[in-house]
């Protein structure tokens, strides 16, 4: 933990460079530090907060509730909004059509291009509304809170998004790196293990290419790597810190040997 100036305990947290920006911040349980962190690296008059219904019933009202804390705390002349836009979860929705109605909805709410979109999710939630964010008056803010561990090691990092179509997966899309991506494995304790396990294939898959440590841990302790999802985890979690972080420093070693530009820096909060 970090003390802050204003006598409150940060948790500590990793933050991984990409592209020469800090970007990547990835820790356990930091939401009170993510929010204030957001507000200064992304400044907006509007966040919108979009999410599916499977990550809404756990995640949702937590981050809002959050962020709005941290933004009535921020004294600034102008006080930015905070929506939220929940859609129906899985591949299907991960289409033109869903991003023409959050579009659409969006110029009515009257968000500008200074609105940041917050992408609260697995990969077809960071995927759809990094596009969205992309093409968004051409090109508003945008950041990923990754809820998947296939997210958190793969599809957040990179700035690759895109939507399917009728001829294909991910066919239309585009480049855009997020400002930030807030890695939290705290999300990881309400995951389906299915899910999970997804996420593992490519895990495993680096660290057999590039870390044989890893590559160790995962292959003789199993239990520990998988009792870190679903409601197993929940339970466990207080007790299983130190396992916490084998995720977390696995989690780093994927990010870094997947560009070796990539180096892990300072651990200090925002001020
Ligand atoms: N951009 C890239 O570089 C890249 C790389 C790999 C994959 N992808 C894309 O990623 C997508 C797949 O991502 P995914 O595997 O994360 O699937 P997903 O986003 O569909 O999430 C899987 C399921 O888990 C649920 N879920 C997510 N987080 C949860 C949480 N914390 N607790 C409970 N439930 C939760 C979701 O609602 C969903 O039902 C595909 O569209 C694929 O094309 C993109």
Redesign the pocket.
């Known amino acids: 933990m970090t003390a802050t100036a204003n006598g409150t305990a940060d948790p500590a947290v990793t933050k991984v460079s990409i592209l020469g920006s800090e970007s990547i911040i990835v820790g356990n349980n930091y939401t009170h530090y993510l929010v204030r962190d957001l507000l200064k690296s992304s400044p907006a008059s509007t966040y919108i907060i979009i999410t ?4 809404a ?3 949702l009202t937590p981050l809002r509730d959050a962020l709005v804390a941290a933004i009535d705390e921020a004294v600034q002349p102008t006080r930015a909004k905070v929506l939220t836009f929940v859609i129906p ?3 299907s929705v ?1 289409t033109r059509e869903t991003k023409a109605l959050i579009e659409d909805w969006g110029l009515e709410q009257k968000c500008t291009r200074d609105t940041t979109f917050i992408a609260l ?7 759809m509304i ?1 596009f969205v964010a992309a093409t968004y008056m051409r090109g508003a803010g945008f950041v990923q809170i ?3 561990l ?2 958190m090691v ?5 700035g ?3 939507v ?1 179509t009728p001829h294909g ?2 066919l239309i899309g585009a480049f855009y790196q997020p400002k930030r991506i807030f890695i939290d494995l705290q ?6 293990k299915r ?1 999970f396990v ?2 593992l294939a490519e895990v495993i898959k680096t660290a057999a290419i590039w870390v044989e440590e890893d590559f160790d841990l995962l292959e003789n302790h199993p239990e520990k790597i998988l009792g870190l999802s679903g409601s197993a985890g929940t339970a466990k979690m207080q007790h299983k810190s130190d396992h916490w972080q084998n995720l977390t420093d696995l989690e780093q070693a994927k990010i870094r040997k997947r560009n070796p530009s990539f180096c892990v820096s300072s651990s200090a909060p925002p001020v």
């Open positions: 599916d219904t499977n990550v019933k756990y995640h979860p899985g591949e991960k999710g697995g990969g077809v939630i960071g995927d990094g990754p809820t998947t296939l997210a793969d599809s957040s990092i990179g690759k998004t895109a399917d997966k991910n999300y990881l304790r309400t995951l389906p899910e997804n996420g």
